[in-house]
């Protein structure tokens, strides 16, 4: 039985937060902030499963996504506050938006204006790499980070749950090699069951696979993690850092691609 876990975000700009992976970051959530919209379901999203519904809310509007954040960054800046990076997290997939393109182009110049040395990342579960604006608009983003969660179908089903019956391993790996060099992807590492499924990324099986997907794909930096949050399946396992390292350091002598482990 899941946890009655419910979106993590009530609003379209959030924080800065101190993310372990990015620094000080202000995130933009271009989900509704009073429910979720994913292309998928994962097991560990920290803002809950998709059954919680959509909310009433709806998907902010690119107007108001760039009055906000300028709002925020003007003031910020006024205050002398520090900003490594700028996040497109949230609730849910933000590639989902249909203005995301002219979203990235917006904030990527109020960047520009009042905190040039901060990055912009889009944190995505690759789902929306197909379509080539949005392909496009990911490569203008400094940190272009990518989810694979498992090179094996049947894994990345169970953990992933993707919406699409289309959406495959095989593809998904196929379409990430056009960010060769210049995308980074990350892998969450867990253990568990579901439903009576067991659940683990971390068998030879499933590092053997990963590691024959990133020398495909061939990106820039490779990011494994594990849980952080209480999840929605309460029935999962975080990898410490220990080993976690370990299958780092596997990974990056068989592929010669640099391991951030988080």
Known sequence: MG??????????????????????????????????????????????????GKGSTGLPLR??????????????HANGDPLDVITFSGNGEPTLHPDFPHIIEDTLALRDKFYPKAKVSVLTNSTMIFKPEVAEALKKA?????????????????????????????????????????????????????????????????IQALIAAYKKIRPREIMIYSLDRSTPEENLIKVEKEELTQIGRRIESATAIPVQVN
């Open 142 to 206: 400094d940190n272009n980070i990518l989810k694979l969660d498992s090179a094996i179908e049947e894994t990345m089903r169970l953990i992933d749950r993707p919406n699409s019956k289309d959406f495959t391993v095989e593809k998904v790996i196929d379409t990430l090699c056009q960010f060769e060099g210049t995308g980074i992807i990350q892998t969450m590492i867990l253990r568990g069951t579901h439903e009576g499924n067991k659940i683990d990324n971390t068998t030879d099986e499933e």
């Open 63 to 76: 107007d108001q996504v760039r009055a906000q954040l300028e709002g925020k960054l003007r003031a910020m």
């Open 3 to 52: 946890k009655d876990q419910t979106v993590l975000f009530h609003s379209t700009i959030f924080g800065p937060i101190h993310s372990r992976r990015l620094g000080v970051s202000l995130g933009i959530n271009l989900m509704p902030d009073d429910g979720k919209v994913c292309s998928f379901d994962c097991l560990y999203c920290e803002a809950g499963f998709n059954s919680q």
